[in-house]
Nanobody, 114 residues
Framework: QVQLVESGGGLVQAGGSLRLSCAASVNMFSVYSMGWYRQAPGKQREWVATITNYGTTTYADSVKGRFTISRDNAKKTVYLQMNSLKPEDTSVYYC????????WGQGTQVTVSS
């Protein structure tokens, strides 16, 4: 059964850091790109970052220089290190493939207070 399980969210003050994890119970995890997405209340889900199977990373302009995506293929896990957090980063964070083809997980809530 394909499953994505996000964790690591929480409440943090502006300027703080969090590290999110996404454990993926999928076959052939290492050959696919993975990405992080987020959805704030009343807004559409938006792309945050992608890491290819080769380790190449890309970021949304809003998080570039503050967030770092990484992966551990042996653990079938993708990470998102978030530094210098801002109140506008408050969202539920999800992981998925770039084409969003996997069933969405429950997400992990990140709340940044000012």
């Amino acid at each position: 059964q394909v499953q994505l399980v996000e964790s690591g969210g929480g409440l943090v003050q502006a300027g703080g850091s969090l590290r999110l994890s996404c454990a993926a119970s999928v076959n052939m995890f290492s050959v696919y790109s993975m990405g992080w997405y987020r959805q704030a209340p009343g807004k559409q889900r938006e792309w945050v970052a992608t890491i290819t199977n080769y380790g190449t990373t890309t970021y949304a302009d809003s998080v570039k220089g503050r967030f770092t995506i990484s992966r551990d293929n042996a653990k079938k896990t993708v990470y998102l290190q978030m530094n210098s957090l801002k109140p506008e980063d408050t969202s539920v964070y999800y992981c998925n493939r770039p084409n969003r083809e996997l069933p969405w997980g429950q997400g992990t809530q990140v709340t940044v207070s000012s």
